[in-house]
């Protein structure tokens, strides 16, 4: 029931309820306003055309690899990157490639590639330096530091206390210095030329790991989802990660009903960071959020609605992430690549 405001207004004693905090939502008619005359046709892939999502999860309750890169391919994109927080996936990127590739030299369609990787933790033995050095010489193009064993994610998301997330999850610091371990792990991954994200490492862990990488000149470490409440870093903590060498790599998750980050601080980010410096990805995960295709499609269409140039487009969706996982682009997109 409405009741009046002083001014003559009705005012509702629900009002706010439900609604974003902000007024983002004021935005979106100006920017629909913008949008060029031009028609959607679903499922439309037109500007995914190499496109690379460079964090998915696969596997028992999440999504299924094969059908997933059946439609990646048929989508033109050029890769995914496989993830799952409990096993490495180099094995199953394989298999899934060779799957892919037979079913798609029938369909006559160009077979999007699965990227292993691997995922530290305690249910791989911690910073497990061996099984890096394992699934590095096996494939693996990606280590992830801790996620969801990470001594700041058992603290922020699930509500442990410090003591007791630091003693149950994994956490890089000794007296304010980085483990040895995690030193001797950026310089493996250094050596091989490999790519290495953050994981949900708290802020001052982050912070210390990028000033072992900035000192080692190592370029193709990364921060997933920059901003996910649990990681608790700063817009300031996010330019001191990138000064020292680190890609930002924004997913669809940030965006996702349940997180709710204004895609308005992400392009603000981007701005100052330069695209060189960012990815974007899906964090592709369950089925109440879209799959890595149309996930990626929604983070393509959001970034370009704000107005960023065709070569920042390719470098933010298929070019900095064919760097960082070293493998070539699709030939149309080569001649872009720095």
Same mark, same amino acid.
């Given at each position: 029931?409405?009741?009046?405001?002083?001014?003559?207004? !009705?005012?509702?004693?629900? %009002?706010?309820?439900?609604?974003?905090?902000?007024?983002?939502?004021?935005? !979106? &008619? /100006?920017?629909?306003?913008?949008?060029?005359?031009?028609?959607?046709?679903?499922?439309?892939?037109?500007?995914?055309?190499?496109?690379?999502?460079?964090? %998915?999860?696969?596997?028992?309750?999440?999504?299924?690899?094969?059908?997933?890169?059946?439609?990646?391919?048929?989508?033109?994109?050029? /890769?995914?990157?496989?993830?799952?927080?409990?096993?490495?996936?180099? =094995?199953?990127?394989?298999?899934? *490639?060779?799957?892919?590739? +037979?079913?798609?030299?029938? =369909?006559?369609?160009?077979?999007? =590639?699965?990227?292993?990787?691997?995922?530290?933790?305690?249910?791989?033995?911690?910073? *497990?330096?061996?099984?890096?050095?394992?699934?590095?010489? #096996?494939?693996?193009?990606?280590?992830?530091?801790?996620?969801?064993?990470?001594?700041?994610?058992?603290?922020?998301?699930?509500?442990?206390?410090?003591?007791?997330?630091?003693?149950?999850?994994?956490?890089?610091?000794?007296? /304010?210095?980085?483990?040895?371990?995690?030193?001797?792990?950026?310089?493996?991954?250094?050596?091989?030329?490999?790519?290495?994200?953050?994981?949900?490492?708290?802020?001052? +862990?982050?912070?210390?790991?990028?000033?072992?990488?900035?000192?080692?000149?190592?370029?193709?470490?990364?921060?997933?989802?920059?901003?996910?409440?649990?990681?608790?870093?700063?817009?300031? *903590?996010? &330019?001191?990660?990138?000064?020292?060498?680190?890609?930002? *790599?924004?997913?669809?998750?940030?965006?996702?009903?349940?997180?709710? #980050?204004?895609?308005?601080?992400?392009?603000?980010?981007?701005?100052?960071?330069? !695209?060189?410096?960012?990815?974007?990805?899906?964090?592709?995960?369950?089925?109440?959020?879209?799959?890595?295709?149309?996930? %990626?499609?929604?983070?393509?269409?959001?970034?370009?609605?704000?107005?960023?140039? =065709?070569? +920042?487009?390719?470098? %933010?969706?298929?070019?900095? !992430?064919?760097?960082?996982?070293?493998? +070539?682009?699709?030939?149309?997109?080569?001649?872009?690549?720095?």
């Amino acid at each position: 029931m409405l009741d009046r405001r002083e001014d003559g207004g !009705a005012a509702s004693a629900d %009002m706010g309820v439900g609604r974003p905090p902000d007024d983002r939502w004021k935005h !979106a &008619y /100006g920017l629909v306003a913008k949008i060029a005359p031009d028609c959607m046709y679903p499922p439309d892939y037109r500007r995914l055309d190499g496109v690379v999502d460079f964090h %998915m999860h696969v596997g028992f309750g999440r999504i299924d690899p094969l059908a997933q890169m059946k439609l990646a391919s048929r989508a033109g994109m050029r /890769g995914v990157n496989f993830k799952v927080s409990q096993f490495p996936t180099v =094995e199953l990127a394989r298999t899934t *490639n060779e799957a892919v590739r +037979e079913w798609a030299d029938r =369909e006559a369609v160009r077979p999007a =590639e699965a990227f292993g990787a691997l995922v530290l933790g305690p249910l791989v033995g911690g910073i *497990n330096l061996r099984l890096v050095r394992r699934i590095i010489a #096996i494939g693996g193009r990606t280590i992830w530091l801790p996620v969801l064993e990470s001594a700041q994610h058992l603290e922020q998301a699930l509500g442990f206390s410090r003591e007791e997330a630091r003693r149950q999850g994994t956490y890089v610091l000794d007296r /304010g210095k980085l483990v040895p371990e995690a030193v001797e792990l950026i310089k493996i991954v250094s050596d091989a030329d490999v790519a290495l994200s953050l994981g949900h490492l708290g802020p001052e +862990e982050m912070m210390a790991v990028a000033e072992v990488i900035e000192k080692s000149g190592f370029k193709k470490g990364f921060v997933d989802h920059p901003f996910d409440p649990p990681l608790q870093l700063s817009e300031q *903590n996010v &330019y001191d990660l990138v000064r020292a060498g680190l890609h930002v *790599n924004w997913t669809w998750f940030e965006l996702s009903q349940f997180v709710g #980050i204004d895609p308005h601080a992400m392009v603000q980010v981007t701005r100052k960071i330069g !695209a060189d410096n960012v990815l974007l990805s899906t964090d592709a995960c369950l089925p109440i959020f879209p799959d890595s295709v149309e996930g %990626m499609r929604m983070m393509v269409e959001t970034f370009r609605i704000f107005g960023f140039e =065709e070569d +920042e487009m390719q470098k %933010m969706q298929a070019l900095n !992430a064919c760097r960082l996982l070293g493998v +070539e682009p699709y030939p149309a997109l080569a001649g872009k690549a720095r």
